[in-house]
């Protein structure tokens, strides 16, 4: 039994404190009734999987999970809600009562099955370490190993934003 104050007794403690913030952020985004509340439960789920990412070892994920979804879509949203009228956000709040036992059954038989699955698997063991996660690291794998993939996505997404200029300037012709 691993003691509570040592490293890896506080290090399980933290792993846990991480799933514990995603879960209630889930809850809180998932079963508020005001849509304000419910990205605020949002971002605190992001916070707890960028928490994750930083205690897997990967300091650079985990500082874009924080930047880009809490900082880019959750504001995103919420400017989104604030420009809304007020009888679109009425609309949302109408809920069936059927739903919510429902939900919580198949997240109960989902859980049970994936834990089964977990339990008779036969997990290899992990290998070493590859690299320490840095951003140096990181730079150097996409530059080197993965420098086809890098290129391909940055002509994916060249593509993409022409097109939607295509799209707006069509949109704004008409």
Excluded: H
């Amino acid at each position: 039994m691993v003691s509570l104050f040592s490293v890896e007794g506080l290090s399980g403690l933290l792993f846990f404190c991480f799933i514990g913030l995603t879960l209630a952020g889930a809850v809180i985004a998932t079963s508020a009734r005001s849509l304000i509340r419910s990205v605020a439960g949002l971002a605190l789920c992001f916070l707890g999987v960028a928490g994750l990412y930083y205690y897997l070892n990967s300091p650079f994920v985990a500082l874009m999970q924080i930047l880009i979804y809490v900082g880019a879509v959750c504001v995103t949203i919420i400017f989104a809600v604030m420009l809304a009228g007020s009888s679109e956000l009425k609309q949302l709040t109408q809920r069936n009562g059927l739903v919510g036992p429902l939900a919580i059954l198949a997240s109960g038989i989902l859980v049970f099955a994936l834990a089964g699955l977990a339990l008779k698997t036969e997990w290899l063991a992990a290998p070493c370490l590859v690299n320490r996660g840095t951003v140096e690291d990181l730079g150097q794998s996409l530059l080197t190993t993965y420098s086809m993939s890098f290129e391909l996505i940055s002509v994916v997404l060249l593509v993409a934003v022409i097109g939607s200029l295509v799209l707006a300037r069509q949109g704004r012709d008409k």
